[in-house]
């Protein structure tokens, strides 16, 4: 089978997850990143969704799965120790149209989880499309090491001049040669090594503007 990739902004949508064990953790710890409205339906939770649900977090509906859960919800997550259940619960899901992931069973899916790499707004999916999830991973830890915390603090950067320099009403052309620049200046690898007067050096002969190496700093912080 041939995926399509995507990325799927779930900020503030139902999704609905079974299970409460360390599968399920990870699983939601995820959607939780991503801003989802994150219903649990398990018999037990581990400490750490315990105390999730504790401090209003997570949802837990029931402990046993009910048809009417799965209403208004936009994407579930089957990850029970049970293989009925979980087949069961992506047919009601793909029968309302709702995404469905059953956890190790690919015929059991509408899509299916890639292994990935995160570094502020950067992210890096690998898959391989099911066939080894091992792969995947081996794959992940080796770009891992290629892409550092720096990249999340570029894009923080840009995210933020990517406004000034629209301001201005240049060229479309002009705008395009900008950006291309600021890709290819030292830019990157002087912020891996925090050499903020660089970065401001860079950024003033470029963009010619102004710009303290205090306010570099600033740029390239997490909001």
């Known amino acids: 089978m041939s995926y399509y990739p995507i990325l799927?902004?779930?900020?503030?949508k139902k999704t609905?997850?079974?299970?409460?064990?360390?599968?399920?953790?990870?699983?939601?710890?995820a959607l939780l990143e991503c801003g989802a409205d994150v219903n649990v339906v398990s018999r037990d939770l581990t400490t750490e969704l315990q105390d999730l649900l504790t401090e209003g977090k997570i949802?837990?509906?029931?402990?046993?799965?009910?048809?009417d859960y799965l209403e208004g919800a936009f994407l579930?997550?089957?990850s029970t120790d049970d293989p009925e259940l979980n087949q069961r619960v992506s047919e009601i899901a793909r029968e309302k149209g709702i995404l469905v992931n059953a956890v190790d069973q690919p015929a059991d899916c509408t899509f299916i989880v890639p292994s990935v790499i995160k570094r502020g707004d950067l992210l890096i999916a690998v898959s391989t499309s099911g066939k080894s999830p091992a792969m995947a991973k081996r794959i992940r830890e080796r770009l891992s090491s290629q892409f550092g915390w720096e990249y999340g603090g570029f894009l923080l950067l840009m995210g933020k001049l990517r406004k000034e320099i629209l301001?201005?009403?240049?060229?479309p052309e002009m705008n395009s040669?900008?950006?291309?620049?600021?890709?290819?200046?030292p830019i990157l690898d002087l912020i891996k090594r925090k050499e903020w007067n660089g970065v401001a050096e860079?950024?003033?002969?470029?963009?010619h503007i102004r710009i303290s190496p205090e306010n570099v700093i600033n740029y390239v912080k997490a909001e």
Do not use: N, P
Not at 8 to 12: F, Q
Not at 59 to 67: N, P
Not at 177 to 185: C, I, P, Q, T
């Open 177 to 185: 040669r900008v950006f291309h620049e600021l890709v290819d200046s």
């Open 8 to 12: 799927v902004d779930l900020k503030d």
């Open 16 to 29: 609905v997850v079974l299970g409460g064990g360390q599968v399920a953790l990870r699983k939601i710890a």
């Open 59 to 67: 949802r837990l509906l029931d402990r046993e799965f009910r048809e």
């Open 202 to 207: 860079h950024l003033e002969r470029i963009l």
């Open 167 to 171: 301001s201005k009403g240049l060229s």
């Open 76 to 78: 579930v997550i089957a």
